[in-house]
């Protein structure tokens, strides 16, 4: 990742990606399907076609939330189902910031967000075995094979013998079950 982010890790946490509408609170009327789907390796299309403009990518994810295991684009008028191969986000690039007690994982989205990693936006491992990053708005990303690798190097156990993580002053376990 670059030198130039000036966020903290606290602020990553508190204030969830800048820019984002508060989706959560959105129950729109009108109901229907996108005819948009997201590939297992993070590429947006639409009516078969590639988005390929970032911005638009962004955007889209930005009014993106998991129902059940529904996906859906939701705005303040409509929410229309969006078809989802895997997770809708990659967990491009992690940076470890510090070491030991005072370490921090922060992690890159493949749509430009980044989250540090910690107690409300935990790593852990899927049922088939795939490593991902836990979000706000029941999304995950899975973690790219060079994300996997910085973290799998940091992997320790605690003292229950349980492998994990530290990150933002916790020890995350992996299999957390988020």
Avoid: C
């Avoid at 729109?28 to 990518?57: C, N, Y």
């Avoid at 935990?122 to 490593?131: K, L, Q, S, T």
């Amino acid at each position: 990742m670059t030198a130039t982010t000036t966020r903290q890790p606290a602020d990553l946490i508190a204030g969830l990606p800048e820019g984002r509408p508060p989706i959560e609170r959105w129950d729109p009327p009108l109901r229907g399907d996108s005819d948009m789907r997201i590939t297992a390796d993070g590429r947006w299309f639409h009516q078969g076609s590639e988005i390929k403009r970032e911005r638009m990518v962004r955007l889209f994810s930005h009014i993106l939330r998991r129902e059940g295991e529904t996906h859906v684009l939701v705005t303040p008028v409509e929410k229309l189902t969006i078809a989802v191969e895997d997770t809708p986000l990659i967990a491009a690039e992690v940076d470890v910031e510090g070491s030991g007690e005072g370490q921090t994982l922060r992690a890159r989205l493949n749509n430009g967000d980044e989250y540090a990693v910690s107690k409300r936006f935990p790593i852990g491992m899927r049922a088939d075995g795939a490593p991902v990053l836990y979000l706000d708005r029941g999304l995950a990303a899975r973690l790219s094979r060079p994300a996997w690798y910085t973290v799998a190097a940091l992997v320790e156990a605690d003292a229950a013998g349980r492998a994990g993580v530290r990150s933002h002053g916790d020890f995350l376990p992996l299999d957390n079950g988020a």
